[in-house]
């Protein structure tokens, strides 16, 4: 795999840590004074690591195959793989059995149409998840939003506006829940220290297999580009 850039940003901090971007960049964050050699080395150290992150992250561009809206195409919704199905019937777009069914007649804004069926959908089910949490934390939040995001499953205003992508809908419910957990903690704790880590894994104890659902399949996050 080709490696696009390697960024080194230099700063107050004493430590060097070595960031791995979704599209594969390689930032390193260095001390002000360490030496080039110095930083040569740690990267030389840690050359496996930085091998299969690339990898993984290849393997995941392998996976993201784009929807062609053609009968066939594979769209997921709560975890489930559907076939997209063009119908010739009415106006609906709808799930039944294993398949997506979508109208022909608006496959020609078929992008737009999607997308708005998912955000709809996803309303209902983030605003009934995100109230369900609160609830039993009982954590205060100011508003749920919807976003298109394709960088971020979700995340937290300090104003207590918790937003989230449509694209996670294409997610497990447990997975969900485990992004609303986690915005929603965020109001509590606006970083991620143990404190907060901890009080996630007090609400969902096998959070950790959520969390690694979400690396491993970062790559829906490119749906409807
Ligand atoms: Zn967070």
Redo the contacts with the bound molecule.
Sequence with gaps: MQITTTKIIRSARKTVVIEITPDGCIIIRAPKRLSMKAIEELVHGKDKWIRDKLQEIQRQQKLFQPLRFETGDKLWFLGEKYTFTVTDGSGMIYLQGDKHYFPREQLERGTEQLSRWYKKEVERILLARTEYFSGLTGIKYNSVKITSARKRW???SSKGVLSFSWRLLQAPLQVIDYVVV??LL?IEHM??SRQ?WARVEEILPDYREKREWLRQNRWLLMFLN
């Design positions: 979700g995340s937290c986690h915005e965020h970083n991620h907060f």
